[in-house]
Structure formats: C-alpha cells, structure tokens
C-alpha cells in the first residue's frame, strides 16, 4: 500500500470541494496538455512498467466524464483525494492487483492519506491502453480487502 506525501483537499462543503478539486484536475491536466498540444491528459506511473522497464501512461481524461454521472456528495467525497491519487499515480511503485471480468481488465492500487484514511485507485485497460477510471475512499475493511 503506498503512503500518499500528499493531503486531501480540506475544504469545507461540497461545493467548496468539488470547485477546488476540479481546478487542481484542471491544473494537473493543463500541466501535460500545455507541453503537449492536442494529446490528451496523460500521466506516466511507475507501478505499470513494460517488459524493458519503461513506465506505461495512465490517460486521467475519462475522470470527469465519470464523475458527471455521480452526485455532487459523491463526487466531492472522491475529488477531496485527487492529490492523493495523484501522487500515488506519479510516484508508487506498488504492484498492481489485477481483476479481470466481462468488461475488460482492470487494476487495483491502493493508498493511504498522510491522515490514515485508506483509499482505491482503479486504472482499468483496454486495446493495450490504461486510463483511470476511478477512486474512492475505502469506507469498510471489506471494500479495502476487495483484492487481497
């Protein structure tokens, strides 16, 4: 399990959280973008290395579609962790649990704030490409054991 350098958005509200969370999305992906114009958002983690050792790249752009299915409680519940995810994404070197099912193959990474609260990353593959596709905090032992 990685342990996260970084704190989570500790705004107060909801709309507080969501605003603050999507600008820091807006500045990691503008980060990118603005040396790579036209590609999409991307992040380059060392949990998911090739067969030479080179670092593969996680897209983060299918985030913000996801999250517009949620509620807004919900979605500030998970945004709070961005920078959390983030650096988790950029920094862990953690091996990936792999679940496979009808929808493709996905991987689990999990974390933890510097304040102890346990979280899952969920990059999920397809067509030989990662991107994630979601993050929670783990509210139970049983979502956190999900893939031990």
Not at 123 to 139: G, H, M, N, S, W
Request: charged fraction near 30%; aromatic fraction near 10%; glycine fraction near 6%.
């Amino acid at each position: 399990m990685f342990l996260s350098t970084e704190s989570p958005i500790e705004s107060k509200g909801k709309k507080a959280i969501n605003r603050d969370g999507w600008a820091f999305y807006d500045q990691w992906c503008a980060k990118y973008v603005g040396r790579h114009e036209g590609k999409r958002p991307r992040v380059s983690t060392r949990a998911f290395k090739d067969d030479q050792g080179i670092c593969r790249t996680v897209f983060i752009d299918l985030i913000r579609i996801h999250f517009k299915t949620k509620n807004p409680g919900d979605t500030a519940r998970r945004l709070r962790l961005l920078p959390c995810v983030k650096d988790l994404l950029e920094n862990s070197e953690d091996t990936p649990i792999a679940i496979e099912d009808k929808s493709g193959k996905s991987y689990v990474l999990k974390g933890m704030t510097p304040g102890k609260e346990k979280f899952i990353v969920v990059i999920q593959e397809k067509k030989d490409r990662l991107a994630l596709l979601t993050f929670y905090p783990a509210t139970n032992k049983k979502t956190f054991a999900l893939s031990d």
